[in-house]
Structure formats: C-alpha cells, structure tokens
C-alpha cells in the first residue's frame, strides 16, 4: 500500500483528489494540509511515501516545503501538481529534489500511474512539462558554471551536452563511436560529480550552462 499525502490550499481539490484515488486499490490518502508548514508537520507524523504537492500556497509555498522535505524526508518521494503557468516553481521544486510534475487536470489514472511510478524512484514529467522547463532554463539569466561542472571530464561535458539534446544511451555510444556501457559509466559518474539524481535533472542542468558546454 502507497501512503499519500495531498497538500493544497483548496478544500475542493482535495477532496476531488481524495474522491479519485481512493478508488485505487493500493492506494491509501493517509492526511491533508492546506499549505507547506502544515505538510511538513504531518510528514513527521505520517511518514507518507509520496507527497502531492501544489506550488502556490499560503504561510509556506510548495518549493519551501520540498526544501525542507529533501533535507528532513529522504525516504519521502514528492509529485507536483501545477499549471502551465507555475514553470519557475516548478524548476526550483526539481532542483530540490521533487520526483514528478503532472498538470492538474490530469486524468485520474495518469495521476495514479504516476504516483506509483514516483514511489518506486522513477521521474514523471506530464505531457508539455518537460519542453517548458526547458524552454524557461534557456531563458534564465546565465550564471558561471559551478567548479563540479568544470572538473569534468572532456568526454563526460560531451555526454552531458548529449544528454541534454534528448540523445539516448544508444544514441550517444553510436554518436561517440564507444561501448553503451562506457556511456553508462559516463553518466554515472556525471551524476554522482554534479549531485544528481537523474537523467531529467542532468539534462535540466545541461539546459542551464548549454554555452558553456558548447564552448568545450
């Protein structure tokens, strides 16, 4: 069974929530808050596995909770409910460790698969999501590289470019003329030098510093 928590400022969308996933057979709402501060009370009461998460709330926001849920809930996976208009919070959200973005209109057997898909460790971007977040990256203000990023190597920045564009492990290997599992050790160790969780963050990340990946 699938612990769940809901955290929204409406009272009607979370009852809506509550009403759909209920029906799921392996799936258990085990609380509700209405802003951030109270998620993270229940947290330490409930032990959810998977929190659903708005991002604009009252007393503290859903990128303040997801803060202090990666610092204090590591066992506590998170899956943000936006709209197409919330792109920055849900960038900072990423960065912070949530596991999953869905658009709130997502039908209710979508938001199920993704919840379980979250639990077991997977990222789950909705339909559009993820071409935002690019999109919002390139058009953020650059920022100097981190020195992570410089002390890679040049074939991993190669890798990282690629993984960047979309390129799978297949793709990159064929592209680079060496073995998928070279490519796998390469991105292992770019996750692990960049303290990264995945391929989507590392790509976001590559989004960020793409002239300086270019450049090298």
Do not use: C
Not at 141 to 166: D, F, H, M, S, Y
Not at 181 to 193: D, F, P
């Amino acid at each position: 069974m699938i612990k769940v928590l809901l955290v929204d400022d409406q009272y009607l969308i979370r009852q809506g929530l509550r009403a759909l996933l209920e029906l799921e057979p392996d799936l258990e709402i085990v609380g509700e808050a209405e802003n951030g501060r109270e998620a993270i009370d229940l947290i330490a009461q409930l032990h959810p596995d998977v929190v659903l998460m708005d991002m604009r709330m009252p007393v503290m926001d859903g990128v303040g909770a997801q803060r202090e849920i990666q610092q204090r809930f590591s066992n506590t996976k998170t899956l943000v409910l936006t709209t197409f208009d919330d792109t920055e919070y849900v960038a900072a959200a990423l960065q912070y460790g949530a596991m999953g973005y869905l658009l709130k209109d997502t039908p209710s057997e979508e938001l199920a698969v993704a919840i379980r898909a979250v639990h077991r460790g997977y990222t789950h971007l909705g339909p559009g999501i993820a071409k935002k977040l690019f999109a919002f990256s390139q058009d953020v203000e650059p920022t100097p590289p981190p020195p992570a990023l410089e002390q890679l190597t040049p074939r991993e920045k190669e890798v990282l470019r690629l993984i960047a564009n979309g390129a799978s492990n297949r793709e990159i290997a064929k592209q680079l003329y060496i073995s998928e599992g070279t490519v796998k050790n390469h991105v292992t160790n770019i996750l692990n030098r960049l303290n990264l969780r995945d391929r989507t963050q590392a790509a976001l990340f590559a989004k960020s510093y793409s002239s300086f990946l270019e450049d090298t």
